[in-house]
């Protein structure tokens, strides 16, 4: 067991943004684990580009809908390492449904949705909190979205689990305090990612404010 060097957790580093997050903190001298639910290959090659550049990191299949199996990263986490230092909450799950289709956004999607962008956050943060408490204190970085601020995304579940997932930012910052930071960074669009590629035009017409929702947890 290594406990001299920081580690970060990434959930969904096998997408484009948590790819690029993941190899921030790799380059920074963290040890980075990644997880992804079925992009296995695209995972393995963002854990590459890190051993690259000389940094240490690892993929693990993580599907966090399942509150046992975040139980079980975690214990993993303890076990191995003995420390958590960063939590970057962000995977997330939806489909381009226009807002005006109410029809199409039935209580399945809504609860996978929910489950995936709100839930899982939450869920992460309280399993990993005596970890993050350790040490010097650690952080938590939730990747939220514009859509969360403005009504206006591929889905309303998108924009309501965004806008959840920036109160329990700040929920979570009062109940973790002094030991653990907790922030929230909420992009738009981001041109060129495998995601803004796949955004039906019906759907991109409808997001004005050029909000990005993946159509799968990667």
Not at 41 to 67: M, N
Not at 127 to 144: D, E, P, Q
Not at 195 to 208: I, T
Request: proline share 4%.
């Amino acid at each position: 067991m290594n406990t001299t060097q920081p580690v970060a957790l990434v959930t969904g580093a096998s997408g484009d943004i948590g790819s690029a997050i993941a190899q921030a903190l790799g380059t920074s001298g963290y040890h980075v684990i990644g997880t992804y639910v079925g992009a296995a290959d695209a995972a393995a090659t963002t854990v590459d580009a890190i051993k690259e550049a000389g940094g240490s990191a690892q993929a693990i299949q993580l599907d966090q809908r399942d509150p046992e199996a975040i139980e079980a990263l975690m214990d993993s986490i303890a076990e191995e390492h003995g420390r958590l230092d960063v939590l970057v909450n962000n995977a997330a799950w939806n489909i381009g449904i226009p807002f005006r289709r109410l029809d199409d956004l039935n209580a399945d999607i809504w609860d996978r949705v929910l489950e995936t962008n709100l839930r899982a956050p939450f869920l992460l943060a309280r399993a990993g909190a005596n970890l993050l408490k350790a040490g010097n204190g650690g952080h938590i970085i939730n990747i939220s979205s514009a859509g969360g601020i403005s009504p206006g995304s591929s889905s309303i579940a998108y924009s309501s689990s965004k806008a959840g997932l920036n109160h329990l930012t700040r929920c979570l910052a009062v109940a973790m305090s002094p030991e653990v930071a907790v922030n929230c960074i909420a992009p738009g669009l981001v041109e060129n990612t495998r995601m803004a590629q796949r955004l039906p035009e019906n759907v991109a017409e409808e997001a004005s404010i050029g909000d990005l929702a993946p159509e799968g947890l990667r």
